[in-house]
């Protein structure tokens, strides 16, 4: 029997839904007979379109919320919008606001939240998939609660398709008045330039780790990534020491990737990092330690120091032009 | 602010460097064993004796629940610097979710003065990455997650919180539950002094009849979610490992190539 309503919390930047946005919606519509949206900002009417299009028939508009941190008003606005629904799961994407947004609605509704959730099947009723231990196994779970399951959904589960809908119904939903827990307030921004494509986007990334030596050593990562075309990232190791930005991390706490090769450098291939880049198509490794945990997910693994490897391998890459 | 008084969240795990096991009756995550600070703690600790240095008065008090009762990782975060801590433990409490942490946490830390609750991102053995906003929700308090820097000013927290783009400038009144990233402060080691005022230090064991909780709301029995099974992911096939003999660089060129990527 398919699942009768599900309701896709879709996140928006600038250019429309994020991506993750997008694979929900199309792993919601494979599921449930009826398929819902609510978002927020200023942007929502315009990307009732998009939303439509992978299968989204309603779309709650939360509104602009001025400078307010999302999870306190957002939270506070599904609980009205799941009652008028009467959708039986959420499903949010796993980002900052999304896990905010989750928390303060499980603690509001007073039921549980399935997170880091890589898979959802219907099985008598929707059953997630959480890899463990690195991803060497999967764990299959149920809501068994009373009311709506909330579910938070690794990037990358899924892939994103358009089904060709009509545009969603845009139906108002503010959020309530927040008390005393919506006083956050972000009073300002700051966007750190990134150029070349992004990281979670790319076909080819090069990342770096501790094994590179120093901070200054990751200007070979860069220079990799544009040879390539591909986009820089790094282990968290080298993020903490604060050699490159945070948005550069793959892993449990950062981005997940999937590009068609990803390439290791001095990254030794912790369990959180494999969960972020395991699902690449091709892996290729180089680390001096024969036994690092990295080549046990290699396709290609190079034992060799990398200040001998990637340099050569900047020039062979260059000479070809 | 004159005095500081800082509560952290210190969560107490198993060794990740030791094989983990699921425990077989029920799936769930082995806690038995020994139980260390987790690692990712540490920066909120740092934090808070470092909030409370500045602000020239007050005191760290930590809270932690284990159903075991242990309490290495409390002495740990205890020789750092904290003055005191409060532990839930019951057997009862095993199996409980993050919601039902966040219910036993959020009653353990009415029983104490702050103005201002700090716990990491997320967990290592759970990472969930909701408990302290379930927390913070359960308290009535605003929360900023993703720290990657926090000041006091007054009666304000001023945090630099990690975004998608860059970083967001975001105030909140105190108190408030904030969340800090690893790397945001440099982790102290325990000296030898401090490890041994640690030994002496109150921890305030305290039980679920204690605070006051229902059953139905923690343990196994509250969380609300059962595991259905446990598979073997799909392994990745075994691909070739070389020694570098001076070629390495040309044996990704040609496997570049062979993807038609170059
Ligand atoms: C809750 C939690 C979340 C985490 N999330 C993430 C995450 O999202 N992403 C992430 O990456 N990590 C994450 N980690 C950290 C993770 O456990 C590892 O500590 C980290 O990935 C290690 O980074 P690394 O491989 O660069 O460094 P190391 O583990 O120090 O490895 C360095 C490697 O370089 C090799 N090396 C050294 N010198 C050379 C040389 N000259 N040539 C070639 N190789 C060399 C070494 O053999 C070694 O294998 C998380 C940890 C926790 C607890
Ligand atoms: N049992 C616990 N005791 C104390 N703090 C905890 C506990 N569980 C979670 N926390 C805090 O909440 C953070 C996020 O945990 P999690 O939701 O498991 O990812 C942890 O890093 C701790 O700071």
Same mark, same amino acid.
């Given at each position: 029997m398919a699942i009768d309503k599900i309701l896709v919390l879709v996140e928006l930047t600038e250019s429309g839904p994020t991506a993750t946005s997008l694979e929900l919606l199309t792993a919601a519509r494979g599921l449930a007979t009826t398929v819902e949206?609510?978002?927020?900002? %200023?942007?929502?009417?315009?990307?009732?379109?998009?939303?439509?299009?992978?299968?989204?028939?309603?779309?709650?508009?939360?509104?602009?919320?001025?400078?307010?941190?999302?999870?306190?008003?957002?939270?506070?606005?599904?609980?009205?919008?799941?009652?008028?629904?009467?959708?039986?799961?959420?499903?949010? !994407?796993?980002?900052?606001?999304?896990?905010?947004?989750?928390?303060?609605?499980?603690?509001k509704l007073n039921v549980p939240v399935l997170t880091n959730v890589t898979g959802l099947n219907n099985d008598d009723g929707l059953s997630t998939e959480h890899p463990i231990f690195g991803g060497t196994q999967i764990v299959h779970a149920k809501f068994t609660g009373t009311g709506v399951g909330i579910y938070v959904i690794r990037a990358k589960s899924f892939t994103a398709e358009p089904a060709g809908g009509a545009a969603a119904a845009v139906v108002?939903?503010?959020? %309530?008045?927040?008390?005393?827990?919506?006083?956050?307030?972000?009073?300002?921004?700051?966007?750190?330039?990134?150029?070349?494509?992004?990281?979670?986007?790319?076909?080819?990334?090069?990342?770096?780790?501790?094994?590179l030596g120093s901070a200054n050593n990751y200007a070979w990562i860069n220079d990799l990534a544009k040879l390539l075309n591909g986009a820089?990232?790094?282990?968290?190791?080298?993020?903490?020491?604060?050699?490159? !930005?945070?948005?550069?991390?793959?892993?449990?706490?950062?981005?997940t990737v999937k590009p068609?090769?990803?390439?290791?450098?001095?990254?030794?291939?912790?369990?959180?990092?494999?969960?972020?880049?395991?699902?690449?198509?091709?892996?290729?490794?180089?680390?001096?330690?024969?036994?690092? !945990?990295?080549?046990?997910?290699?396709?290609?693994?190079?034992?060799?120091?990398?200040?001998?490897?990637? %340099?050569?391998?900047?020039?062979?890459?260059?000479?070809?032009? | 602010m004159l005095a500081? $008084?800082?509560?952290?969240?210190?969560?107490?795990?198993?060794?990740?460097?030791?094989?983990q096991s699921l425990e077989a009756s029920t799936n769930t995550l082995n806690r038995t064993g020994k139980l260390i600070m987790d690692d990712s703690d540490a920066y909120g600790v740092e934090m808070a004796l470092?909030?409370?240095?500045?602000?020239?008065?007050?005191?760290?008090?930590?809270?932690?629940?284990?159903? $075991?009762?242990?309490?290495?990782?409390?002495?740990?975060?205890?020789?750092?610097?904290?003055?005191?801590?409060?532990?839930?433990?019951?057997?009862?409490?095993?199996?409980?979710?993050?919601?039902?942490?966040?219910?036993?946490?959020?009653?353990?830390?009415?029983r104490t003065q702050f103005d201002l609750i700090l716990a990491a991102t997320e967990s290592s053995d759970g990472y969930t990455g909701t408990t302290p906003v379930q927390l913070a929700e359960l308290l009535d308090l605003p929360s900023i997650t993703f720290a990657k820097s926090v000041t006091i000013d007054g009666s304000t927290v001023k945090v630099d919180r990690q975004t998608e783009a860059?970083?967001?400038?975001? =105030?909140?009144?105190?108190?408030?539950?904030?969340?800090? =990233?690893?790397?945001?402060?440099?982790?102290?080691?325990?000296?030898f002094k401090g490890i041994m005022a640690a030994k002496s230090k109150p921890v305030d064991q305290v039980t679920v009849a204690d605070l006051g909780l229902s059953p139905s709301d923690i343990g196994a029995a509250g969380s609300g979610q059962t595991i259905t099974k446990v598979v073997d992911a799909e392994a990745r096939a075994s691909g070739e490992i070389v020694v570098d003999?001076?070629?390495?660089?040309?044996?990704?060129? =040609?496997?570049?190539?062979?993807?038609k990527l170059i």
């Open positions: 949206a609510a978002s927020w900002g %200023p942007g929502v009417a315009a990307a009732a379109g998009t939303i439509g299009e992978y299968g989204a028939t309603t779309l709650y508009d939360i509104g602009d919320l001025g400078g307010a941190l999302p999870g306190v008003p957002v939270a506070g606005a599904l609980v009205s919008v799941l009652s008028t629904s009467g959708a039986s799961a959420l499903l949010i !994407p796993t980002s900052y606001d999304g896990r905010d947004i989750a928390g303060r609605l499980s603690a108002a939903a503010a959020a %309530p008045a927040a008390g005393n827990t919506g006083t956050a307030t972000i009073v300002a921004r700051h966007v750190e330039e990134r150029s070349g494509p992004k990281l979670d986007e790319a076909a080819v990334v090069v990342s770096g780790g501790r094994g820089a990232g790094a282990s968290r190791a080298i993020v903490d020491a604060g050699w490159v !930005p945070y948005s550069h991390q793959v892993g449990q706490t950062g981005k068609t090769v990803y390439l290791a450098c001095g990254i030794s291939g912790a369990t959180q990092h494999l969960v972020g880049m395991k699902g690449s198509k091709n892996i290729i490794a180089i680390n001096k330690d024969q036994e690092a !945990p990295i080549f046990s997910v290699a396709d290609l693994g190079i034992v060799g120091d990398v200040n001998k490897v990637v %340099p050569a391998l900047i020039e062979a890459l260059k000479s070809r032009g | 500081m $008084n800082v509560v952290v969240c210190v969560k107490q795990i198993p060794d990740p460097a030791a094989p470092q909030l409370v240095d500045k602000a020239g008065g007050g005191e760290v008090t930590l809270v932690s629940m284990a159903a $075991n009762g242990e309490v290495s990782g409390l002495r740990t975060a205890l020789a750092m610097g904290a003055a005191k801590a409060i532990l839930v433990s019951d057997d009862a409490l095993k199996g409980s979710d993050a919601l039902g942490t966040a219910k036993v946490l959020a009653a353990a830390i009415k860059g970083y967001d400038e975001v =105030t909140s009144p105190l108190p408030a539950v904030v969340t800090v =990233t690893a790397g945001v402060v440099e982790p102290r080691y325990p000296s003999e001076g070629d390495g660089a040309q044996r990704i060129v =040609t496997f570049l190539e062979g993807l």
